[in-house]
């Protein structure tokens, strides 16, 4: 018989945290599930996006739900018919991937089918939507590192770029609307963008306006955020975006994420592994997912006013995997 606890832990951001469509984000708030079976302990954790952004199902009370049937066994595959897509199903399935991980005295890397153990990567680093001035205040502090990702969708969003590529003219820029945008405005901004040497333009319609990304040829490439969620997602994107980018709290842990990335590549896509506000172990079963990725945004920590101890190791932009197995 397992036993299955839930914790809530709220970690501190170094400055708060603000996106187009949400209020900022002043700390992190997160869900802790560990899952115990004869002594063996499995982690995982997720955003709980239900305090951040209204109408989002509550994520304790989801686990809550599925009680029952993850301490009677339910295995990672079966999850995904007990529990929807979302924050709550990834924390689940992340604590029985590191779970049967541990069970089978393999590696994470190893369950997930990779071939060798995980690398070092770059990830963006985020900047917040802010006036000109002062993203470019924060890029020029960055400005070493060599990946910046802006939050941008609001008025006034090109003079943000060309400020910040002002104050970090060595840095690879992608960006991120968050929804923001409408088709005149993409249509209008994505030469200008390309002039700054942007590199990729990350969820600028609503989903339910996917369908005018049909009306463009887009001279950027553009990723699926907020309208890739799992592998039912992608019929929906074929011919209107380039790019998905795969985030754990959406697809509802890593066994759909490995099969989503599967048939993303499969179908054509390019890979983005992004993320939510939250700590290495919410990071550490990511980065093996960006091992397969041509952009990593894993840079939760980096936000965040201190790590666990146990931590990813940071230094600068590039990540490297705990040496203490935190997880997997």
């Not at 929807?84 to 689940?92: D, F």
């Not at 924060?138 to 590529?165: C, S, T, W």
Request: charged share 25%; aromatic share 4%; glycine share 8%.
């Amino acid at each position: 018989m397992r036993k299955l606890s839930v914790t809530i832990e709220k970690w501190p951001l170094k400055q708060p945290f603000v996106i187009s469509r949400m209020a900022p984000m002043l700390h992190g708030e997160v869900v802790v599930v560990e899952i115990e079976q004869d002594g063996i302990i499995g982690r995982g954790e997720c955003e709980r996006s239900d305090v951040f952004e209204p109408g989002y199902p509550s994520v304790t009370q989801a686990i809550e739900k599925a009680r029952k049937a993850i301490e009677h066994g339910a295995t990672r595959h079966e999850l995904l018919t007990v529990m929807p897509a979302g924050c709550a199903r990834n924390a689940v399935d992340c604590a029985l991937f590191d779970l049967e991980a541990k069970q089978q005295e393999t590696t994470g890397w190893q369950l997930a089918g990779l071939q060798h153990p995980p690398q070092p990567v770059t990830t963006v680093f985020t900047l917040s939507l802010d006036s000109p001035e002062n993203m470019a205040a924060m890029a020029a502090e960055n400005k070493n590192r060599p990946l910046l990702k802006l939050k941008l969708g609001r008025e006034g969003d090109i003079e943000r770029v060309a400020a910040v590529r002002t104050a970090a003219p060595d840095a690879r820029l992608v960006i991120d609307a968050n929804t923001g945008w409408s088709l005149a405005q993409l249509q209008e901004y994505l030469p200008e963008l390309a002039k700054l040497g942007v590199e990729m333009v990350e969820q600028p319609l609503p989903p339910e306006q996917d369908h005018l990304l049909e009306l463009i040829d887009p001279i950027i490439p553009i990723a699926a955020d907020e309208s890739c969620i799992d592998r039912r997602s992608l019929p929906q994107l074929k011919g209107r975006y380039q790019i998905v980018n795969i985030k754990l709290d959406k697809t509802g842990g890593m066994t759909e994420a490995l099969e989503l990335m599967k048939e993303a590549k499969s179908q054509g896509f390019d890979i983005m592994v992004g993320c939510m506000i939250g700590t290495s172990l919410a990071m550490a079963p990511a980065l093996l997912l960006a091992q397969q990725a041509r952009w990593v945004d894993i840079d939760g920590p980096l936000l965040l006013a201190g790590d666990r101890a146990d931590g990813l190791i940071y230094q600068g932009s590039t990540v490297h995997p705990a040496k203490s197995g935190m997880w997997g």
